[in-house]
């Protein structure tokens, strides 16, 4: 059985949290100075580890074992949400550095080692790892602007010192597959008083752009009769959604409203323009579909009512994708040897790389707890004990998993 050097993931979580610390969390968004220090230290923790190590032209940090016969990669982002958490990714990239420290004298168990770029989505979704499976194309990142400032993506990959570098391509024959661990970020482990998550699928994610058109005036002069007043058109139709869509939600649906904003948004001005983005998510694609199809039926209503027009746009949608059985086999049989009882199948209600990688290998997911179930917030946090824990069971779930392969 390997053995992991517990104090050492711990010591490797922090240090890497001081690149951003912000509170108890990290700001550490995508492509800035900060993120790109922290790629530069990890690419040299990496190199230490005896990985051949390159950070490719979309800022992925990729360190490849040279000598193993057989290989699974592993890994997760390395970049925050804003004023996010210390574990959000990180625990996944310092877990796969203990791996390659603890296989490394092992032929029979070669690991290799991604911290992928910008999951988080600040310029794109999924960048690294889409540009890995080369489902990222030169056309899109010239298009791609940053959801903040609007910065050009090209430009934040030349600020960056990533411009003019190859991007690194996946060779599947030299992968068993890929496994990723993350904080579950969810509360049902740290409620349920369970330590060890085997996701079986990651929920698919649909996500929409809703406008609405009305007439921009004078907030003193324009009488209540005749405004077509965008923001309150908004107000009405978020309020639809939250109540129509229970009606056909499921146990595990999820909706959100998590961006909206007012044209001009200024005090006296009769906002003339709105605009929300509407989130869904479900392991069920039909019951996504069935969602979609309400949300374009709440839109229409609201723009045959008037007074403000009302448009849709769907931004991006990504599928429900389930993890390969044999890999949840092997976590699950690790997770009992270590935590016996104290473990879970559940769906990952997050996205994650490894629904990228899972287009081009089998891949598997293991969850450790999120104290209250808080994330995207630097208030985030997990005992020290289940980090402890679930590097343990991962080992032993990679060990599993590159021995039983043919």
Known sequence: MPNIDGHRVVADLKRLAEFGR?????????????DVESRHWLAGRFREAGLDTVIDGIGNVIGRNPRARRRLLVGSHSETQPY??????SLGVIYGLELARTFDDDPACGIDVAAWADEEGHYGNYLGSRSFIDALAEDEID?????DDGTPLRDALERAG???????????????GYLEAHIEQGDTL???GLRIGVVDTIVGIWNYRV??????????TTRMVRRRDAGVAMVRLATRIHDRFPEIAGPRTVWTIGRMLLEPNAPSVVPGRAEMQVQFRDVDIDRLAAIEKT????????????????EIETIARTEPRPMDPGFQEQIEAAAERHAPGMHMRMP???????AVLSYRMPSGMIFIPSLRGISHHWSEDTREEDIVLGAQVFADAVERILRSAR
């Open 22 to 34: 912000y509170k108890t969390g990290v700001h550490r968004p995508t492509y800035s100075p900060t």
């Open 84 to 89: 996010g958490g210390w574990l959000d990714g």
């Open 143 to 147: 298009q791609t602007r940053g959801r």
């Open 162 to 176: 990533f411009a003019g570098r190859p991007r690194e391509r996946v060779d599947p024959s030299r992968y068993v």
């Open 190 to 192: 740290d409620m349920t």
């Open 211 to 220: 406008a609405l058109i009305g007439e921009q005036n004078h907030a003193g």
């Open 295 to 310: 949300l374009h039926e709440l839109v229409s209503e609201a723009d045959r009512a008037g007074p403000c027009a009302c």
């Open 348 to 354: 990952s209600a997050a996205g994650h790389d490894a």
